[in-house]
């Protein structure tokens, strides 16, 4: 069966081992499965099986905008898909979403409590409805943040905000909607065209909770993730193909609903 991973790191090799140790000090148990750069999320995807890795970059400055556009456009390939970043101060971004476009990346990711902004403040709305002009995916990070407990910057209900705000803008929630709140994503986002990335859900949310999460929500509307390197790529697959679901519903996780949405 074929898969594409939604949510992966990566790093330039001089700042991949930087970078790694940075985020350890806030990753808690969480240790990295490879070392951080281009070819060690290859030979990880090798080993699990994975044909395509979405890699997902943060601008936790403005003045990386530029510098992360560049290098997720160096690193395109038929097996890697990146995401660049959009920081919410940065000025100019109508411009870098055009590069971004020109570039023939598929869309940006955004971090509330790495960016230090809140999902649904109406100031940022020229901001999103630029990402929706050009036809980008807004990937945010969802829940909480084991580096930010119990912080609701990127809480389900905001999301929610903003896709009614929106509803035209393609919205990717990762962590199955919400990181340790999945009770609230039940309440507020099952049933909207809002995709719910998979990383962080199998083995950490209650039976209950990822049962019925899954059960209520639009089939084509999963994206199997894992959050590579803080999760190992064959472990997280290797739950999802042993999961109780049909065959069908699993393609679509695993890449059926990738394969739609990345086209558009």
Known sequence: MKTIDFHTH?????????????????????????????????????????????VLSIATRPEQVARITDWAASIRSDRIIPFPSIHPQFSNFESELDRIKSAGLHGIKLHPMYQEFVIDDPALLPL????????????????????????????????????????????????LGGWQVWNEVARCLLGHQIYLETSFSIRE????EFRRILDNH????????????????????????????PVEFKEKILFKNAEELLKK
Request: hydrophobic fraction near 40%; glycine fraction near 6%.
């Open 218 to 245: 639009p089939p084509e509307y999963f994206l199997f993730g894992t959050d590579s390197p803080w999760l190992d790529q064959k472990e997280e697959l290797d739950a999802w193909k042993k999961l109780d679901i």
């Open 10 to 54: 990566a790093f330039p090799d001089q700042l991949a081992g930087k970078a790694l140790d940075q985020l350890h000090t806030k990753s808690g148990d969480y240790q990295a499965h490879h070392d951080g750069t281009i070819r060690g999320l290859l030979r990880s995807m090798d080993r699990a099986g994975i044909e395509k890795s979405v």
């Open 128 to 175: 999103y409805r630029a990402i929706s002009d050009r036809g980008l995916i807004c990937l945010f990070h969802a829940g909480w943040d084991i580096a930010y407990p119990e912080s609701d910057q990127a809480a389900p209900h905001r999301i929610l905000n903003l896709h009614q705000a929106i509803p035209e803008l393609k919205i990717i929630a990762a962590h």
């Open 205 to 208: 949310a209650k039976a209950s």
